[in-house]
Nanobody, 126 residues
């Protein structure tokens, strides 16, 4: 099973940017998407973005489309996943999780995700 470790969270002012990273080791799933969920205080986990590993298809939730960009590259059985977040808003404050598998055609249901990282905190505040 893959092991996912996120980094890059922190405190940023509204309108600022952050770039989250995830290292997925033991990644041998060639046809499953990898992506990002988040959980804001008092809310359910929300699927944000997913990118294919066999192709470059992507999915973005409406709440982040045009502001966030997902990307990835691979070195043998280690996959490196990124989420560039621009124009951050206080509503983006949450714990962000790297996940697999996920869907690129539409929003991934929570029940589909098998593997979660430990999460990284993003706080948007002045």
């Amino acid at each position: 099973q893959p092991h996912l470790v996120e980094s890059g969270g922190g405190l940023v002012q509204p309108g600022g940017s952050l770039n989250l990273s995830c290292v997925a080791s033991r990644f041998t799933l060639n046809y499953y998407g990898v992506g990002w969920f988040r959980q804001a205080p008092g809310k359910e986990r929300e699927g944000l973005s997913c990118i294919g590993t066999g192709d470059d298809s992507t999915y973005y939730a409406d709440s982040v489309k045009g502001r966030f960009t997902i990307s990835r590259h691979r070195d043998k059985n280690t996959l490196y996943l990124y989420l560039q977040m621009n124009e951050l808003e206080p509503e983006d404050t949450a714990v962000y999780y790297c996940v697999t598998p996920c869907w690129t055609g539409h929003r991934t249901p929570l029940s589909v995700v098998d593997v979660w990282g430990q999460g990284t905190q993003v706080t948007v505040s002045s």
